[in-house]
C-alpha cells in the first residue's frame, strides 16, 4: 500500500525536526540566550537563517499540507548544514523525487547473478535495495552462512543484523555496523516513498528489535560504497575484512559486494 500523504509529511516534519535540534546557537554565529529548554536552534531561528517566515516553517514540523519549493529545500538544507545525502533525502520526503514504479521490480538477470561466481575466491554477493540477497559465490556462503537461502524468501542482512542473535558474536562491531546499515536503509526508503517492499521490512524490524526502535527516530541517513569489517569466526578468531561495493549500470538499486580478507600485516589476503 502507498505511504499515505499525512504519514509522509510527518516523516518530513520529524526529519526536520531532527536536524534542528542538533544544531547548537554558537555553531551558526547566534549569540547565546541563556537556558532553553528544547536542544538546537528554535524553530523562528532557523526560519531567519533560511530567509523564510518562522510560521511557514512552523507548517512544516507540524506536517501541515503544504508544499516546499526547491529554493526553499535548498534553504533550510543550507541552514540546517545537511550534507549531500541527508539533501537528497530531505527532498525525496518532501516529494521531489519520482514515487515508485507501479511494476514490481525485475528479477536479477542471469548473467548479472552470475558475476559472483567469476570473482571466487573471494566472497561476494549482489543484494538489491531491501538487502536481500539475491545472488552469492561459495566463499561468501562460508564467510556468511545465513547466506544459505531459507526455502520461503531470500537471505536478508538486515533480518539477520537485528533480528538473529548470531549476528552479535559475528559481528565485532555490532553496534556500528548496525547502525550504519540501518541508516542506509532508511536513506533507500527515501528514495522510494511508499514502496511496500520497505515498509513491510521496517515494520519487521520495528516489531522485533528494540534497538531499530530506538534508532529510527534519530532520523540518520548515510550511503557507503566500501569499508572495513571485523568479523569473529567460529573458535573466536578474528579477521577483518575490506570490502567494496558496485551498483550495477543499468539497476543502481543491485548491488555486488566484493570483500578480500586482510592479512596481519595489513596486506590484502586472497581468500581461499
Do not use: C
Not at 554477493?125 to 531459507?150: C, K, M, Q, W
Not at 569473529?232 to 570483500?259: C, K, M, Q
Amino acid at each position: 500500500m502507498p505511504q499515505k500523504p499525512q504519514d509522509q509529511r510527518r516523516e518530513l516534519a520529524a526529519f526536520l525536526r531532527s536536524r534542528r535540534e542538533r544544531i547548537t546557537p554558537d555553531q551558526v554565529g547566534m549569540p547565546p540566550t541563556g537556558r532553553r529548554r528544547t536542544p538546537g536552534l528554535r524553530r523562528e531561528e532557523l526560519a531567519l537563517l533560511a530567509g523564510i517566515s518562522a510560521t511557514w516553517y512552523t507548517y512544516l514540523e507540524q506536517g501541515r499540507d503544504i508544499r516546499a519549493s526547491d529554493q526553499v529545500l535548498d534553504a533550510l538544507a543550507t541552514a540546517l548544514r545537511l550534507d549531500r545525502h541527508e539533501r537528497d533525502h530531505l527532498f525525496g520526503l518532501a516529494g521531489h523525487t519520482p514515487g515508485p514504479d507501479a511494476e514490481p521490480p525485475e528479477p536479477l538477470a542471469a548473467e548479472v547473478a552470475a558475476v559472483p561466481l567469476l570473482l571466487q575466491p573471494r566472497p561476494a554477493y549482489i543484494i538489491d535495495g531491501t538487502y536481500d540477497v539475491l545472488s552469492h559465490n561459495a566463499a561468501a556462503g562460508r564467510l556468511f552462512p545465513n547466506l544459505a537461502e531459507p526455502a520461503d524468501q531470500p537471505a536478508n542482512f538486515a533480518r539477520w543484523t537485528f533480528l538473529d542473535p548470531a549476528a552479535r558474536d559475528f559481528l565485532v562491531d555490532w553496534e556500528t555496523e548496525a547502525r550504519g546499515l540501518l541508516a542506509r536503509l532508511r536513506t533507500l526508503a527515501g528514495r522510494h516513498p511508499g514502496d511496500p517492499r520497505y515498509t513491510r521490512l521496517i515494520d519487521e524490524l520495528k516489531e522485533g528489535s528494540a534497538h531499530v526502535r530506538a534508532w529510527w527516530q534519530r532520523y540518520d541517513v548515510q550511503v557507503q560504497h566500501g569499508g572495513r569489517k571485523r568479523m569473529r569466526h567460529p573458535g573466536g578468531a578474528v579477521a577483518e575484512y575490506v570490502y567494496t561495493a558496485f551498483h550495477l549500470a543499468e539497476r543502481p538499486e543491485f548491488t555486488l559486494v566484493v570483500y578480500t580478507e586482510e592479512d596481519p600485516d595489513g596486506l590484502a589476503a586472497v581468500t581461499s
